[in-house]
Structures are given as structure tokens and as C-alpha cells.
């Protein structure tokens, strides 16, 4: 039982990992709070309906146009248009923005459907009993393809020199740029990663709990709360977050009262803000007032 | 010490350490009634790290800041404003959304009265008059009535200085009142600072990077390097220090 | 300063004739209106002072608060539960005020400690548990399907029961709470409050009690909320928690900001748009919430200062000059 309830946690926190190192990589480059990043994964999935469903094209290659559109229009277009202007008005208003634009994507969605749409999977969802447990291939696929995207990230980041000039923006802007990074590219090239990962993001999470134009708002806290538990600012901060996320919640549901299962969470997350902001793993971020 | 003499500021042994990187390390000065005090050195001496210290707006790893007699290391940045000790920025510091009239205005408006008072207070003549003095005395009052954030450099350096002298300081420390101004602005400035030592008889320490007038118009020069002193007295001996000019020029 | 007190004075007289003028207009309007619409002109003035809330907490103090619809509800169900129990209105709804300010002060220590999205992230919290709460604590709030007859409030003989007289109590609850809101902006406590939002550091070093005016402001504003929901409870004459959730609360942000925020004319405008304009469109909620959530985006980036700046412009291609701001 709790083995089983180990690889759901897992499964369920890779999703949020996923969403909270896209978030922090943004927060990281761009000093960018995503308050959509929910609504991003929502709009995902209903994107990759349309290929798949409406036009009927195979899966992979739905995959492939999703990302594409994705990293258009959540990548690229968000950063120009919306970030890019409000950046030097201050977080606030980029706060708002964002969460103005996820308002925005959450009441689009509904013009597709308001009903709860069937999304494709690619293994089965049937549990397989392996000896005392029942195992679904969903969860250990989730688990698997999680890890992979995220390892890809990390090579990414690590190995290619656009990965490493990334880095470098995320970890001093002004040093970055005097060492003649191409701060804009950068910035949009974190845009487009976040584009990316909330695509995978949205292929694990919604053959599960299907796709709904409601379904971000939910995913979107989850993700918030496990990069600030974990750290905003470092991404390993966030991948714990996220995992961690995903074991206080499935554990509360099944131990505790699932009707206040989040109120618990919410609370451990109020408790990291007052009393260690800068979250488990996170650093200290220096406020740079310079006077 | 007779009270005459006995410093407006004194520093004693100031420490500062920024996660392990000594900005101030162990620095004595005095700040001397009525005089105008110079504090210079090359770029990350700590001058701003020291004045940042000295008024509460950053907290001290070691070392004691003395008002006259009294011991106000560690004290907030709005108490020591309220003891008469009042400061500009290098970066101006403004309300950018609020008219300069609020600016000046809003510079004092906490320093008397009670919280709850003020949700009464409907009458501000005598502030206002005030401000419209301080702003005529500084040649902007034409802009009174504009938004902060839509002043020229050199408008909002001014108000800046307005914004202090609004509190009738007896202490002014300028940050860099120069940087970023033309010439010409330079030399208004320079007037000001001049009048409100002659005149108003403040006691002003200024940090500047131009050398040639801080040498021309300071009575004393304080001379940082690296977080510690490295010289001190009149401006005529501080020219031929082999130390500062080490400092500035690597000899 | 006896000059001085006589200017205010007289001032303050002329400003009454205005607020006259606009009580009266406030009161003949319902008069003209059929029964759907008295409801909408009721719905619309509750959400304002919300909404005035909200624009203190974020628009002149610069602080995020995403939790004014929680407030709501607080001040909703203290309202349902006494009134249901047979204490009079006129009580119940200072009780409800008191105690949304009370917990609004609370509210503001996390304010003390954290910023933005901190902040915003502790607001959405309060809100989601306010509303679990309010679900599931059957015994005091009737869980889910909340509380039902209340009754709408009496003067001695004089009944507010007709949807015509309660719209009328609204009107002038509400113009009362603008007054004063619009007072609390005009004196030194509106100009702290914008020293905090614009530059903190400063702001402190000269003075500026920061704990104390920002745990204000979250009381104040969250207070405001507090009797909107006490009005509403008998507009509807039932409440429940969907009334209260998270969404709401964005809803109330959208409105702050389409209507600009630190704008004192800003909620009007942003209550006007977001609950008028689906009256006209006539078409589904979600509809309507798109196509604000748009404006209120395209409002951000075009003009930050929201619609009021619109109306700004508008008066400076009428007149040449600069609109007088209603606040300093």
C-alpha cells in the first residue's frame, strides 16, 4: 500500500516538478512570476486535442506541431508581448498581468469545450497487479518520461553553450550580459524551454485527470506552491518541490481528510513563506536595492 | 572634551562584512561641527557601504556610531533621521508617482504628530510653505506640481536635496550629489552645499568621485581604500599623500 | 490656524453639496428601473466597495491581496448567522465590518514579512481555506449549501423588505463607505500610503511607520469587503461558499485593474465594466470574463493606468488642460 502510494506521489510529483522548474527557469531568467503556468499546461493539452482529435493525426507528430504552437504562442509571443513590456514597470504589474492572462486562457479554453475531454494515452490505464501491488503503467510512464525530460533539461543546460549561456543569465543578468550574452535571446530561449515543458507536462497530467478548461488553476497552485517550498531560485529546489508536493498530497488524501488535503498543504506552504521564503533548497535572494 | 569639540559623528572601528568580503574594515572618522567633510577613495572603498552604516540603513558587523554623545549604532533609519540626520542617494531616491509638492511634503509628514492624528490633519500651509522656500532656494519651484518621475536628472537630484532639507537637518550627508549632472548644475549644487554650511551652518559630508572640487571646497578629507582609512586632514596635504595617490593611481 | 480650519471647513460644505447631490441621484435611479435591473444596480454597488478595498490594499499601498472575496464572506456570514438568529441588521452588519477587519489585521502581519507574489501566494491561501471552511464547517455555516432566509432589514415600522427599498439602503451604505474612503485618501494617511507603494526604503527613512500603515490599510481594505458581503446576504436572501472563492477574488483584481489601479475613479469604472457590460452583450459568463480578462490585459500594457487614464485622455482632447485628480 504505501509502495503504491509512493509511485503515485512520484508520479503525480514529476508533473508538478516539471511545472515548477519550468517556472523557476523564467523566474530565474527573467525575474518573470508566471501566475499562467497552469493554464499554460490547460491550453497545452486542448492544442495537442486539436491535432490529435479534431485533425486526427497521429500522436507523435500532434506532439510535435503542440510543441511548436506551444513555443510560439506561450514561448515567444507571452515573452514579447506581455513580460517584455511589463518587465520594467515592476513584478507587480507583471504579476498581475499574468494572472490577468491566465483568466484570459482559462475563458478561451472554454469555447472549445466545457466538457471534460477524453485524452489519448499511450499506454493503457489498467493497473497491472505485480505481486502484492497493483501498478499503473500511467504512473511509471509519467515517472520515466519526467525523468527524461528533465534529464534533457539538465544536459541541456550543462553541456550546449546555449544551455550554459542561459545559465549564466539566470545567475547574474548584468554579468551575463557585460560578458556579451545576448540577454533577449536568452530570456526568450527560457520562454520557449517553459513552452516545452508544459507541453510534456500536459501529455502526463491529462490522460489522467482529463483536459478541462478548469484544469489549470489547480495544477498552477500545485506548481507555485512546490517552487516555493523547494526554492524558487535554484531548479533543483524545484524539482524537490515538486516531488514533495506530490507525496504530502497523495499521503493526506489517503491518511487524512481529503476534503482539507490541500488546506494542509496550503499550510505547510504559508509556514515556508513566513518563516524560510527563499524556500527548502533555495538561496537567499538579495533584494538589489542599491542606494 | 569641551562641547565645542566633541564631533557631531564619530565612527569607532566600523566593521561590515557582506558574506565575507570586508567592505569596511575597522574605520575611525569624525565628523566635526559646521565643517565640510570630504570622504573619498577609488570605486568599492565602501564610502556608501560607511554612510549606509552610519544611518541605519544598513546593519554593522562590528565596530560604533556616536550622535554627539549618544551611542546610535544599530539604530533604525527613521530614528536617526528624526534626530536631525538626513541624507541623499546616489541613485535619487524619490516617490516617483507623487508630485514633487508631495515629494517635500511627505519627506516630513511622520516626524510630528500621532498616526491617528493624521487621518485629521486637513490643513498643510505651513508644510507647504515651507517646501515652496526650500524649493525657490533650489530654483525649482516651477516644477511643483509635477510628477517626480517626469523631472530631468538634474530636477530630481534637486529634490533629492529638497527632500532633506525640508527636516531643518543639522547633519547632511550627500552621496554623490554630483554624479550623473552637468557642469553647470554641478556648480548650482556646489552653491547650495556652500550655503547650507556657511549659512545654515549644517554640518555636510560629501562623497564624490571629483577629486579637483572636493579638493577645493572641503575643510577636511576623509580617504578610503579598501574599507580602511588611509589618510586624513586638509585637502593640501591629502594632494601630496603618497598613500592616495597610490590608491587612485597605483603609483 | 484658525484661517486654516475655516478654509477646510468651507471646503468640506462645498464638497457636502456634491455628495448631496449624488445621494439623491443614487436614490431616485432605482426608482426608474425594472426588477432585473434594480438587482444588477444592488449586485453592482456591493462589488464597488469591495472593489474600493481591494483598490487601497493594491492601488494606493501597493500591496497584493487575493483575498477580498473570502472577506466577503466573512462579513456575509456573520450577517446570515445573526441575522437568521433574529439580531437586527443594523447590528449584524457592524459586527460583520469589526470582525472582517479584525482578521484583515491579521492578514496583514504576512504582508509585514513578505512581498508580491509571497504575498499574493499567503492572500490565495486565506482565501481557499476561508472557502474550505465555509464548506465544510456544516454545524455554524451550513456547508455546502449555505444559508438560506435571511431576511432583509427594518427600521422599527419602516420594512426595506422590496427589492426597490433595500437598493436604496445599498446606495447609501455604499456612497457612505466611498466618503470615507475618499476622506482616508485625502488626508496623510492616503500620501503615506502611496510613500510605501512607490519607494519602501525611502519611505521608512523618512519616518513612514511601514508595519503599522500597511496592517492598516489590509484591515481597512479587507473591512470594506467585509460589509459588501454583509450587503449581500440579504440581496440574495441566501448565501453559499461558490459565492466566496478564489476566482472571485481574481475577478475583484480584473476589476481594480481595468479601472486602474490607485485611481480613486478606478473601481467605478471597473465594477461598471465588468458587471455592465455582460448586461449588454448578453452573452455567457465566460464569455464575459474572457473579454475582460483581455481588457484588463490590454489595459496593463497600454495604459497602466488603467481606464481612468482613457477618461484622462478623453478630458485633455476636450478641454487642452490636465483633469484635476480627485486624490492628492
Known sequence: ??????????????????????????????????????????????????????????YVLSLVLTIVVAVGILGIIFRKVVIERLIKTGLLSVICATIAVSIMVRNSLIFYTAESMAFPSIVSKEAIPLLTIRLSPLDVLNIALAALVIMALQLFIRKTKPGKALQAVAQNRDVAEVLGIDVGRMTTLAFAINAVIVTFAAILVAPVYAAKYNMGLALGLRAFYAAIIGGFNQTRGALIGGLLIGYIEVFTIAYVTSQYSEVVILLIVIGVILFKPEGIWGTKEVWSREL | MPMEMQPVLKIQDLRKNFYGLRALDGVDMELREKELLGLMGPNGSGKSTLLNCMTGVLS????????????????????????????????????????????????????????????????????????????????????????????????????????????????????????????????????????????????????????????????????????????????????????????YFGA | MRVSKNTALRSFLAKAWKFAAIAAVLLIIPRFLGIYTIYVYSWLLVYLIAAYGLNLILGYAGQISLAQAAFMGIGAYVVAILVTRGISFWIALPIGAVVSFGIGLILGFPALKVKHHYLAMVTIGFNFIMYKLFENQEAITGGYYGIFDITRPS?????????????????????????????????????????????????????????????????????????????????????EPTLFELTISFDFLLMVLIGGRGRFEGPLIGVVVVILLPEFLRITNQANLLIFSVIAVVVLLVAPEGGASLWDWVFKRLTGENPPSLTK
Open chain 1, 1 to 58: 500500500m504505501i509502495f503504491q502510494l509512493v509511485i503515485g506521489g512520484t508520479a503525480t510529483g514529476a508533473i508538478y516538478a516539471l511545472m515548477a522548474m519550468g517556472f523557476s527557469l523564467l523566474w530565474q531568467t527573467s525575474q518573470t512570476i508566471n501566475f499562467a503556468q497552469g493554464e499554460f499546461v490547460a491550453a497545452a493539452a486542448f492544442i495537442m486535442l486539436i491535432f490529435y482529435d479534431s485533425l486526427n493525426l497521429p
Open chain 2, 60 to 247: 554593522t558587523t562590528g565596530g560604533r556610531v556616536y550622535h554627539r554623545s549618544r551611542d546610535i549604532t544599530g539604530w533604525k533609519s527613521s530614528s536617526i533621521y528624526k534626530l536631525g540626520i538626513a541624507r541623499t542617494f546616489q541613485l535619487v531616491q524619490l516617490f516617483p508617482e507623487m508630485t514633487v509638492l508631495d515629494n517635500m511634503v511627505g519627506a516630513i509628514q511622520e516626524s510630528r504628530g500621532t498616526m491617528f492624528g493624521r487621518l485629521f490633519r486637513f490643513s498643510e500651509e505651513w508644510e507647504k510653505a515651507k517646501a515652496q522656500e526650500i524649493l525657490e532656494f533650489l530654483k525649482i519651484d516651477h516644477v511643483k506640481n509635477n510628477l517626480a518621475k517626469n523631472l530631468s536628472y538634474g530636477q530630481q537630484k534637486l529634490v533629492d536635496l529638497g527632500m532633506v532639507l525640508m527636516a531643518d537637518p543639522s547633519v547632511v550627508l550627500l552621496d554623490e550629489p554630483l554624479a550623473g549632472v552637468n557642469p553647470t548644475l554641478g556648480r548650482e549644487i556646489i552653491g547650495h552645499i556652500l550655503e547650507l554650511v556657511k549659512v545654515k551652518c549644517c554640518t555636510v559630508l560629501i562623497i564624490e568621485h571629483n577629486a579637483k572640487i572636493m579638493l577645493d571646497i572641503c575643510d577636511r578629507i576623509v580617504v578610503l581604500n579598501e574599507g580602511r582609512k588611509i589618510a586624513e586632514g586638509h585637502p593640501d596635504a591629502i594632494k601630496q599623500n603618497p598613500e592616495v595617490l597610490k590608491a
Open chain 3, 155 to 239: 427600521i422599527g415600522a419602516l420594512r426595506f423588505e422590496s427589492d426597490l427599498a433595500y437598493a436604496r439602503v445599498i446606495a447609501m451604505i455604499a456612497l457612505v463607505m466611498v466618503i470615507i474612503m475618499y476622506w482616508i485618501l485625502n488626508t496623510r494617511w492616503g500620501r503615506a500610503f502611496k510613500m510605501i507603494r512607490e519607494n519602501e526604503v525611502r519611505a521608512q527613512i523618512v519616518g513612514v511607520d511601514i508595519r503599522a500603515y500597511k496592517l492598516i490599510v489590509f484591515a481597512i481594505g479587507s473591512a470594506y469587503a467585509g460589509v459588501a458581503g454583509g450587503l449581500l446576504a440579504p440581496l440574495l436572501g441566501y448565501i
